[in-house]
Nanobody, 127 residues
Framework: QVQLEESGGGLVQAGDSLRLSCAAS????????MAWFRQAPGKEREVVAA????????YYADSVKGRFSISRDNPKNTVYLQMNFLKPEDTSVYYC????????????????????WGQGTQVTVSS
């Protein structure tokens, strides 16, 4: 059972930056593909970015391409989401998710791919 804990959310102004972190309890962190999702009030949860086991492959939603960057530090069991040039429409609860992968170096971008989820961290961007 993997436990995930997000941190780094907060209230910022449009154009500001934030870095989210997600710490995993699992020592074999490199066996997991990771992703960040977000969910705004009244909307469905959507993928923001995804990363393969060793970080070689990444995926970004069109809405965040060029502004957000996902990365991971396997020895620290942590995945990050660097968010730059934030917009009010980025306001959401951001969730970290993990998917066990025994082989391969793919990313996974569907909600149904992920077995483990964090509790979420609120990001609010004011205009």
């Amino acid at each position: 059972q993997v436990q995930l804990e997000e941190s780094g959310g907060g209230l910022v102004q449009a154009g500001d930056s934030l870095r989210l972190s997600c710490a995993a309890s699992e020592r074999t962190f490199s066996l997991y593909a990771m992703a960040w999702f977000r969910q705004a009030p009244g909307k469905e949860r959507e993928v923001v970015a995804a990363i393969s086991r060793f970080g070689g492959n990444t995926y970004y939603a069109d809405s965040v391409k060029g502004r957000f960057s996902i990365s991971r530090d396997n020895p620290k069991n942590t995945v990050y989401l660097q968010m730059n040039f934030l917009k009010p429409e980025d306001t959401s609860v951001y969730y970290c998710a993990a998917h066990r992968v025994d082989y391969g170096t793919y990313y996974y971008s569907r909600i149904d791919d992920y077995e483990y989820w964090g509790q979420g961290t609120q990001v609010t961007v004011s205009s």
